[in-house]
């Protein structure tokens, strides 16, 4: 089981820091909004990047 939340923890980091590149780059590169779906573009926000961050390290803390 242990082995299970660790993977999804390192999992959700992963998705975590993409998540915040791609925000940055977005935020930093206005020019690049043209090239995300809208439905795309709340789940790849800081906001939701530091979420999925967040909750991976602590299931990587958890164990």
């Given at each position: ?62 164990l």
């Amino acid at each position: 089981m242990k082995d299970l939340i660790a993977v999804a923890g390192v999992l959700l980091l992963l998705l975590g820091v993409s998540a915040l590149v791609i925000g940055a780059a977005r935020y930093f590169f206005p020019s690049l909004e043209q090239y995300f779906p809208e439905s795309f573009k709340k789940p790849l926000s800081f906001q939701y990047g530091s979420y999925y961050f967040l909750a991976g390290l602590l299931c990587l803390l958890w164990l």
